[in-house]
T-cell receptor
Framework: DSGVTQTPKHLITATGQRVTLRCSPR?????VYWYQQSLDQGLQFLIQ???????AKGNILERFSAQQFPDLHSELNLSSLELGDSALYFC?????????????FGEGSRLTVL | DQQVKQNSPSLSVQEGRISILNCDYT??????FLWYKKYPAEGPTFLIS?????DKNEDGRFTVFLNKSAKHLSLHIVPSQPGDSAVYFC????????????FGTGTRLQVTL
């Protein structure tokens, strides 16, 4: 158990809909990251937040947005969903001062768009 | 454009033998490399890392080798154990972009009895 909690674990929805994925980082971790893993692909970096502020951005689509709340949990919002958005979405957190890239990942939220 | 490549989708090794997982990268700006292990229905777990100023890093049964001139790194597991059966992801980051890991597509290792 990494200590990172993601909900929901599974989600099935239709094209054009909007969903919200939630992540609670490990206690005390200020950084939250979102990654997307499509079928047979590596994890793709989407976005990072640090203590409520956006810190780094990857190739995140304009239809996607994220935020980190004062209690440090984060939400990833996916709108106008397309079939290609079907993927595993991972949240990760890291403590301040951690070695580069050493992240603690949640179990992921599997999104299926029909 | 895949900047981190794991060309072997799968590998099968007998228990007790050495497992060698390979990874190639194209971006010369990468200066930190990591291996993550992933079991089914779980998130990736950090395994071992290496900075570009080193060519080897060892942690118990796991050793990572980095060949900067060839832009190649490998993970050696000795001896391999059945519990090592998992998908292994190679990842890399560049200076100032430590949070933006670029992952390979993974190699599925199966350690047989």
């Amino acid at each position: 158990d990494s200590g990172v909690t993601q909900t929901p674990k599974h989600l099935i929805t239709a094209t054009g809909q909007r969903v919200t994925l939630r992540c609670s980082p490990r206690s005390g971790d200020l950084s939250v990251y979102w990654y997307q893993q499509s079928l047979d692909q590596g994890l793709q970096f989407l976005i990072q937040y640090y203590n409520g502020e956006e810190r780094a951005k990857g190739n995140i689509l304009e239809r996607f947005s994220a935020q980190q709340f004062p209690d440090l949990h984060s939400e990833l919002n996916l709108s106008s969903l397309e079939l290609g958005d079907s993927a595993l979405y991972f949240c990760a957190s890291s403590p301040t001062g951690a070695a580069p890239g050493e992240l603690f990942f949640g179990e992921g939220s599997r999104l299926t768009v029909l | 454009d895949q900047q981190v490549k794991q060309n072997s989708p799968s590998l099968s090794v007998q228990e007790g033998r050495i497992s060698i997982l390979n990874c190639d990268y194209t971006n010369s700006m990468f200066d930190y490399f990591l291996w993550y292990k992933k079991y089914p229905a779980e998130g990736p777990t950090f395994l071992i890392s290496i900075s570009s100023i080193k060519d080897k890093n060892e942690d118990g049964r796991f050793t990572v080798f980095l060949n900067k001139s060839a832009k190649h790194l490998s993970l050696h597991i000795v001896p391999s154990q059945p519990g090592d059966s998992a998908v292994y992801f190679c990842a890399a980051s560049g200076t100032g972009t430590a949070s933006k890991l670029t992952f390979g597509t993974g190699t599925r290792l199966q350690v047989t009895l």
